[in-house]
């Protein structure tokens, strides 16, 4: 029996009557026409023989339910905010016990909806870090601290900012869900809207792995509501209503910039987590091996995950060897259904403009290092494959390589242009990768430690730097996401929406302090001193 999964709004599920179907992507791969009939068929009301390649169904929420759904967080808010900080870190290591309980399940759901095996898990893996034991003692820290001074109790503090609504994007939807709920950690409520291209991740995750610890807390109805709904409609809603105070919005950076500007219109706080465009140094001394290893991220789920690499800066001195070594790495990255194993691409839609990314870098003097064909699901070269083949630009000189579009913006595609400078300055480099309008996650690979200590200590762009790691990985205590620049926009920074949906707050509480003297007693002492 099919996965079916509801509106959950104000604690009640709510059904509509009206679903969007997931079929396989196994299924859409054998036959992408027949797949997409059956879909259309079936969210149509009509009958089918093929009832074995649908995975799930999810209701189809209408503006009553996304509505009632700000009025529920916003009756919860102030209950759930009175919850002791302790209570609602125990939420957070409930969440994790559940995902380790189920997360085979997970990655099930997760696999059938498009994500290829070993990437699913390695969302897994991110999750259980995002929900480790250094990352929320790290903010616990932040959410709290207090001191006695004088006699008075000083506490510096974190408030939460009361109703949070989440859009996740259309790719790692369910992953991104749960850091986005990660606002009722600093006591938000929270409101979360599934992608209808991908829901099924999304609301198996909130309702198997979020709503049970919830339930075991005792947390008041209306805490986390969830629901699938058209953006555009949801959006506006959001922004129109007086209960929503925080928008967690992820996706591109034209629509998301235009969201920041509204929202600060509306007196509502825009956390933005929009494009990469990651860069990635590799010196001169650099350990070949693993930065060829950590680029090939760069092919992971077709390059459609934002974080993962999007241009090299390479050292001239290693450069013909890193392209030569890339180009066997990216032929060793194939197509396949997603649920075997070892399969880390991703069928790709619009791929017009991959194709035409690669001309406009060719026509602005770039080489072409491999690939840039079209494959079918077992690798085979096609004129109409589903698949696009990992590519490797060469372009030489810093002088005019922004005037490449595949340089200056987020492709989101397998496409991995290394930049070639004319120049050993380090200096250069890092003006370089600096002046990157996007500031998403920046690595170096290097062995010279004072080459590594000038990377650290002169790279401000970026929410998280990576030396001589993986650049996709994820590590307990770091951030996880959120950046600088056309990343995060105007208030951009490395992201822990636990404290982002959150504002400081200063309290003393005094005991016998009389107030003419904590107005003028400091100066008297001084005074005195004298």
């Known amino acids: 029996m099919p996965l079916t999964h509801v509106s959950y709004v104000g604690g009640a599920h709510v059904d509509s009557g009206r679903y969007l179907y997931t079929v396989s992507t196994r299924a859409l791969l054998a036959d992408v026409f027949a797949g997409l009939t059956l879909k259309r068929r079936l969210e149509q009301g009509l009958d089918s023989d093929r009832a074995d390649d649908v995975v799930g169904r999810v209701s189809v929420a209408d503006a009553d339910t996304v509505a009632a759904a700000t009025k529920a967080a916003a009756a ?38 498009g994500s290829p095996r070993a990437l699913a898990r390695w969302q897994v893996a991110g999750l259980l870090e995002l929900f480790s034991d250094e990352t929320l003692g790290y903010c616990a820290d932040q959410l709290h601290q207090e001191r006695v001074v004088g006699g008075r109790r000083l506490i510096v503090r974190r408030v939460a900012d009361g109703v949070v609504c989440v859009n996740p994007p259309q790719n790692a939807p369910a992953a991104s869900a749960l850091f986005g709920i990660t606002p009722l950690i600093s006591g938000n409520a929270v409101v979360v809207r599934a992608p209808r291209s991908a829901p099924l991740g999304v609301m198996y995750a909130l309702e198997e792995l979020v709503v049970p610890a919830l339930a075991e807390l005792d947390a008041p109805a209306g805490v986390l509501n969830f629901f699938c709904a058209r953006p555009g409609p949801t959006l506006r809603a959001w922004l129109d209503s007086p209960d929503v105070d925080d928008i967690f919005y992820t996706g591109d950076v034209e629509r998301g910039l235009e969201l920041e500007r509204e929202c600060v219109a509306r007196g509502k706080k825009p956390i933005l987590e929009l494009a990469g465009n990651d860069c990635v140094v590799v010196w001169a001394d650099a350990d070949l091996d693993g930065a060829v290893d950590a680029l090939t991220e760069s092919f ?48 790709v839609l619009r791929s017009e403009r991959f194709f035409a990314h690669v001309r406009d870098a060719l026509d602005h003097g770039a080489t072409l290092v491999h690939g840039a064909r079209r494959l079918e699901v077992d690798g085979e070269p096609s004129d109409t494959g589903p698949f696009l083949e990992p590519t490797v630009l060469r372009v030489d000189g810093f002088a005019r390589a922004r005037e490449i579009d595949a340089v200056r913006s987020e492709t989101f595609f397998p496409l991995l242009p290394v930049i070639v400078p004319e120049t050993d300055r380090l200096d250069h480099y890092l003006t370089y990768v600096n002046s990157n309008p996007y500031g998403l996650r920046n690595s170096l690979w290097a062995r010279d430690e004072r080459v590594v200590e000038r990377f650290v200590a002169n790279v401000r762009n970026g929410g998280v730097l990576k030396v001589n790691d993986s650049h996709i990985g994820f590590l307990p205590w770091l951030p996880t996401h959120g950046g600088t620049g056309l990343t995060g926009g105007a208030f951009g920074e490395a992201n822990y929406p636990v404290l982002r949906s959150s504002h400081l707050q200063g309290v003393s509480v005094a005991t016998g302090v009389r107030p003419r003297d904590a107005v003028f007693g400091a100066y008297d002492q001084l005074l005195e001193g004298d």
Do not use: F
């Open 300 to 347: 992971y789920g077709s390059g459609q995950i934002c974080m993962v690499p999007n241009q090299v800066v390479a050292h001239p001195a290693v450069a013909d060897e890193l392209c030569a070594r890339l180009a066997e790495a990216a032929a060793r990255i194939r197509p396949g259904y997603p649920d075997e194993d070892g399969v880390l691409l991703s069928p």
């Open 76 to 113: 919860a808010a102030p209950v759930w905010a009175a919850t002791p900080l302790a209570t609602r870190l125990r939420l957070a290591t409930l969440i994790r016990d559940r995902l380790r309980d189920k997360h085979s399940a997970l990655v099930d759901v997760l696999v059938a909806e």
